[in-house]
C-alpha cells in the first residue's frame, strides 16, 4: 500500500477538551505537612524520575530548580498512574480509582511522598485538576482496550495519556495562555506518546496490546505474525517508514509552540522533544527491526544534540540556583 500523510483533523476534536476548563477548575488544597517534608517528598519524586526516564531527567535539569522539581513530581505522579496498569493489570483497577482519590484529593496523604509533593506543585502554579483526571481516564483505558481501529483514535489515546502531561507541564513552566499555545502542547504531547509507541512495540505485544492504527495494519498486510515472529521484512519497512515519518512531521508542526513558553522552559522542552525525536532517528539506523532491541539515546548523543539548543534558545544560567 501507498501511504500518504494524513491531514490533521484529529486535532480539531482534541481541543475543546484542553480548553474546557474553567468549570473543573480545583481551588488550591492545603497542606498538612512541614517545609523538611515537602523538601523530602520532592527529593523522592526527583530519585523516581533519575532512574526510570533519562531523558526527562536530563531535560528537566534544564528548568530553574522550583519549576525542576515540580515537573519531576509531575513525572512521578505520571509514572505511578502508569505502574498500577502496567504491573497489575485489571486487578490494578480498583488501586487506580484509590490513586485518584489520593493523588488529587483536597489534601494528600501525609505518608506518601509523591502525594505530597505533587499536591504542592499543583497548588503552587495552579495546575488545573481536569488535566489530570483525563491522564488517569487514559491510562485506565488500557484495563480494557488494547487496539486501536484509526489513528484518529489513537490520537484520542495519546492526548489522554501524554499531551495532558505537557498541559500541566505548560502551567509549571509558565506561558503565553492562547488557544496556539494549548494546540502545539497536543500536538507535542501526541507526538511523545506515538514515539513511545513505536519504541515499545515488542513490550506492548508482549503484555497484549497494540498500538498502531488496525486499519493501517490491515492495509500493509501486516498481521499477528509479524508481532509474534519479530518479522523485519519490506512490507514491514514500508509500514513502519511511514509511522516514523508522520511522526516526526506532528514534531516539526509543534515545534513552534516552544516560543509560546516561559523563555526559562524553552531550552528543557525543546532538548525533550530533540532527544524524543532522536529515537526516531535511531529506529530509522535499525531499518526499523524494532523486534531486536530497544531504540535509544545514549548520553553521548544527547549531549551531542545539546549545543544547537542551547544556540537557539539560549543558555540557562539560572539552573544552578
Known amino acids: 500500500m501507498a501511504f500518504t500523510m494524513l491531514d490533521t483533523a484529529w486535532e480539531i476534536g482534541l481541543l475543546p477538551r484542553a480548553m474546557n476548563i474553567d468549570r473543573q477548575w480545583q481551588a488550591p488544597m492545603s497542606l498538612p505537612v512541614c517545609n523538611e517534608s515537602i523538601a523530602s517528598a520532592y527529593s523522592y519524586c526527583d530519585r523516581i ?18 519549576k525542576r522539581r515540580a515537573i519531576r513530581a509531575l513525572y512521578a505522579f505520571c509514572r505511578t498512574t502508569d505502574d498500577i496498569i502496567d504491573i497489575k493489570g485489571k486487578e490494578g483497577e480498583r488501586e487506580l ?22 499536591a504542592d506543585a499543583r497548588k503552587t502554579f495552579n495546575v488545573p485538576e481536569v488535566y489530570a ?14 487496539r486501536y481501529n484509526t489513528f484518529s483514535e489513537l490520537t484520542e489515546y495519546c492526548y489522554s495519556v501524554a499531551s495532558t502531561v505537557g498541559l500541566m507541564s505548560m502551567y509549571i513552566i509558565g506561558f503565553d495562555k492562547s488557544e496556539e499555545a494549548v494546540r502545539q502542547a497536543i500536538k507535542l504531547g501526541v507526538a511523545l506518546q506515538l514515539t513511545n509507541i ?20 490491515k492495509a500493509a498486510g501486516i498481521d499477528n505474525r509479524y508481532f509474534q515472529e519479530g518479522i523485519n521484512d519490506e512490507r514491514w519497512r514500508t509500514f513502519m517508514r511511514f509511522q516514523v515519518e508522520r511522526n516526526r512531521g506532528i514534531y516539526l508542526d509543534s515545534l513552534s509552540g516552544i516560543n509560546l513558553l516561559n523563555p526559562q522552559g524553552r531550552l528543557a522542552i525543546a532538548a525533550a522533544a530533540t532527544f524524543y525525536m532522536g529515537i526516531l532517528d535511531k529506529i530509522e539506523e535499525k531499518k526499523y527491526n524494532i523486534f531486536s532491541s530497544r531504540a535509544r539515546l545514549s548520553k553521548m548523543d544527547k549531549l551531542k544534540k545539546v549545543p544547537a539548543l542551547w544556540f537557539r534558545y539560549g543558555s540557562p544560567s539560572y539552573i544552578l540556583k
Do not use: C, M
Open 133 to 146: 483526571h483525563q491522564l488517569l481516564d487514559g491510562v485506565a483505558k488500557d484495563i480494557h482496550v488494547n
Open 97 to 118: 480509582e484509590l490513586w485518584r482519590e489520593w493523588s488529587l484529593g483536597p489534601s494528600p496523604r501525609t505518608n506518601d511522598p509523591i502525594s505530597i509533593a505533587w
Open 198 to 217: 513505536l519504541r515499545d512495540i515488542r513490550e506492548d505485544w508482549q503484555r497484549g496490546r497494540i498500538y498502531l492504527p488496525q486499519d493501517e495494519l
Open 49 to 66: 524520575t533519575s532512574i526510570h526516564s533519562k531523558s526527562f531527567y536530563a531535560a528537566s535539569a534544564l528548568l530553574p530548580r522550583n
